[in-house]
């Protein structure tokens, strides 16, 4: 049955022209309130960017010399700018995550809702923890690279490039986090078996090892690593699961099987 303000066929179907409209309200809604909260989130800015710059003070207490600077005329309002809009995209999440699955959920059947559902309760708590853990692992590495400033020298660190490093690390391990869940959701939906994940393992090694290289500022093999090293220990995690399932899965099939003989 259609949902209320959709017009639907007699099998509850729906026309490619309302499937856009439908898709442009709720494209609408979901872009209001992201402009919304971005708006909010630019007065928070001040304050994220004091808390991301604190492993500066604490680089400072241990007597090394490193400053953050906004090397450019416009680029303290560029840099509160996209502050303002990435915690806008996070606060207006529920939003936006709740109108794409309204869209989407009411063309899967039961089994496939109950997957994207679960899927999305265990990805929210997931992608946080990896956030976190970036969050918690970031002054170390700031402290790592920048205690190889010579004594006597100087470290001026423009605000932009370190915003866009704080950024890349946080969220890159807030994805790691979130990776195997999808194999372990593709297992779950029958899509692809434990033994083939299995067996796609140096593929996977190869793409967490380019990620890390993508999120991270070239030359800085270390902080590939501290990325890329989490998301292939989790796949093969998930790999693991994705095989219990498997059996699990084939003794309800021999069990059933027994069952009708």
């Not at 529920?94 to 899927?119: D, H, K, M, N, S």
């Not at 693991?240 to 003794?251: E, F, T």
Request: aromatic letters at 14%; hydrophobic letters at 60%.
């Amino acid at each position: 049955m259609a949902r209320k303000g959709r017009t639907a066929d007699r099998d509850g179907r729906m026309r490619l022209g309302e499937h856009l409209r439908e898709f442009k309200r709720r494209f609408y809604i979901s872009a209001a309130a992201i402009v919304a909260a971005a708006i909010g989130g630019f007065f928070l800015a001040k304050p994220v960017l004091y808390l991301l710059s604190a492993p500066l003070d604490d680089l400072k207490a241990a007597g090394l010399e490193v400053d953050l600077n906004f090397t450019n005329i416009t680029q303290a309002f560029d840099v509160q700018m996209r502050i303002g809009f990435m915690l806008g995209l996070i606060i207006a999440s529920p939003v936006w995550i709740w109108q794409l699955l309204a869209f989407v959920v009411p063309a899967l059947r039961t089994v496939e809702r109950r997957y994207v559902f679960g899927f999305i309760a265990a990805a929210v708590p997931l992608f946080a923890g990896g956030c976190a853990t970036g969050w918690f692992v970031l002054p170390r590495i700031i402290r790592l690279f920048v205690g190889f400033a010579p004594d006597g020298f100087t470290a001026f660190l423009g605000a932009s490039d370190y915003w866009d490093f704080s950024l890349k690390l946080v969220f890159a391990v807030g994805v790691a986090y979130v990776l195997p869940l999808v194999v372990v959701f593709l297992n779950l939906a029958g899509i692809v078996e434990g033994r083939t994940i299995l067996g796609g393992w140096r593929w996977a090694v190869l793409v967490a090892t380019l990620f890390g290289a993508f999120v991270t500022p070239a030359g800085e093999v270390l902080s590939m690593f501290i990325i890329a090293v989490p998301m292939v220990v989790l796949y093969f995690a998930a790999t693991g699961i994705a095989l219990l399932v498997d059996r699990r899965r084939a003794k309800r099939e021999r069990r059933a099987a027994e069952v009708r003989a």
